[in-house]
């Protein structure tokens, strides 16, 4: 799933687009990734023509497009959604799944595996109550930084857990959470009670940092998955520490980046760098 890098970039290159913009018509080309719209389909597209979009928004992994009347559509973009932007009459692409037009240009929402989607946020315009239990991110300007540090502090958790807890800070996924964690020298099984309020400060400021850098090269693209809504790929992939890395050398001390279970996904880590709980620590200079 795109985690805040990827989806910022899409926000950002949706405002442009969609601000202040008409809805002329919908077209509903497969009626799973609206499935949440009990009516169906048909009533999905029928209840968007006419409406005007407002700046799009972001909390987090998650995606909503405000409308002038106080509602929004909300976003899912799961693990292969996206939006795309094209002239009206530009071939379809293989997977579009909703295309609005909007008088000039066509907004498409594409989708390989649908398991995202569309859903009409009944006076969700300044946050959808679908997601309203998801906590502000680390680029929030209202984030309370000193309560969220207090909070995870106090989590018996690992760490690697409560990073990924978007009830607890929002955004960071497990790409940006094994970045974060090695470029702090933190185990991401360390229980988070164990680190200390400074130590969980430092790793709250490294993912932020890391997911800064991340932005500027337009996220992580790892397939064709994840694009612009322009097409093209971000290139962060590229400067990742840890993740994706398996077996490669640490670019802090060269030992074998090593790939491990954790629930149903993978953590990547420098066993030097990184050690276990109870481990002897070498340092990595």
């Given at each position: 799933m795109p985690e805040l890098p990827e989806v910022e970039t899409v926000r950002a290159?949706?405002?442009?687009?969609?601000?202040?913009r008409?809805?002329?018509?919908?077209?509903?080309?497969?009626?799973?990734?609206?499935?949440?719209?009990l009516a169906g389909a048909d009533a999905f597209?029928?209840?968007?023509?006419?409406?005007?979009?407002?700046?799009?928004?972001?909390?987090?992994?998650?995606?909503?497009?405000?409308?002038t009347d106080g509602d929004?559509?909300?976003?899912?973009?799961?693990?292969?959604?996206?939006?795309?932007?094209?002239?009206?009459?530009?071939?379809?692409?293989?997977?579009?799944?909703?295309?609005?037009?909007l008088g000039g240009s066509e907004l498409r929402f594409v989708d390989q595996r649908m398991f995202g989607g569309l859903s009409l946020a009944t006076d969700g315009a300044e946050l959808p109550r679908e997601i309203a239990h998801i906590a502000r991110d680390l680029f929030d300007p209202e984030l309370d930084l000193d309560a969220v540090v207090e909070r995870v502090a106090g989590k018996r958790s690992a760490i690697k857990r409560v990073?990924?807890?978007q009830t607890v800070v929002s955004g960071i996924g497990n790409i940006y959470a094994d970045e974060a964690l090695w470029r702090a020298g933190v185990h991401g099984e360390t229980p988070a009670e164990t680190l200390g309020a400074?130590?969980?400060?430092?790793?709250?400021?490294?993912?932020?940092?890391?997911?800064?850098?991340?932005?500027?090269?337009?996220?992580?693209?790892?397939?064709?998955?994840?694009?612009h809504?322009?097409?093209?790929?971000?290139?962060?992939?590229?400067?990742?520490d840890v993740y994706g890395r398996t077996g490669q050398p640490c670019r802090r001390c060269g030992t074998p980046i090593v790939r491990e279970a954790f629930t149903n996904?993978?953590?990547?880590?420098?066993?030097?760098?990184?050690?276990?709980?109870?481990?002897?620590?070498?340092?990595?200079?």
């Amino acid at each position: 799933m795109p985690e805040l890098p990827e989806v910022e970039t899409v926000r950002a290159g949706l405002e442009p687009v969609v601000t202040g913009r008409r809805i002329e018509a919908v077209r509903v080309l497969h009626p799973r990734p609206v499935r949440r719209h009990l009516a169906g389909a048909d009533a999905f597209a029928a209840t968007l023509v006419g409406r005007t979009f407002a700046v799009p928004r972001r909390r987090g992994k998650y995606l909503w497009l405000p409308l002038t009347d106080g509602d929004a559509v909300l976003a899912h973009l799961g693990m292969s959604g996206q939006f795309r932007v094209d002239a009206p009459g530009a071939p379809l692409q293989k997977h579009a799944r909703v295309v609005v037009d909007l008088g000039g240009s066509e907004l498409r929402f594409v989708d390989q595996r649908m398991f995202g989607g569309l859903s009409l946020a009944t006076d969700g315009a300044e946050l959808p109550r679908e997601i309203a239990h998801i906590a502000r991110d680390l680029f929030d300007p209202e984030l309370d930084l000193d309560a969220v540090v207090e909070r995870v502090a106090g989590k018996r958790s690992a760490i690697k857990r409560v990073l990924l807890d978007q009830t607890v800070v929002s955004g960071i996924g497990n790409i940006y959470a094994d970045e974060a964690l090695w470029r702090a020298g933190v185990h991401g099984e360390t229980p988070a009670e164990t680190l200390g309020a400074a130590s969980v400060r430092r790793v709250l400021e490294v993912a932020r940092a890391v997911m800064t850098e991340a932005l500027a090269q337009g996220g992580s693209s790892f397939d064709a998955l994840y694009v612009h809504v322009n097409g093209e790929s971000g290139y962060f992939d590229r400067s990742l520490d840890v993740y994706g890395r398996t077996g490669q050398p640490c670019r802090r001390c060269g030992t074998p980046i090593v790939r491990e279970a954790f629930t149903n996904r993978s953590s990547h880590r420098c066993p030097t760098c990184q050690p276990q709980r109870g481990g002897d620590r070498i340092s990595c200079s």
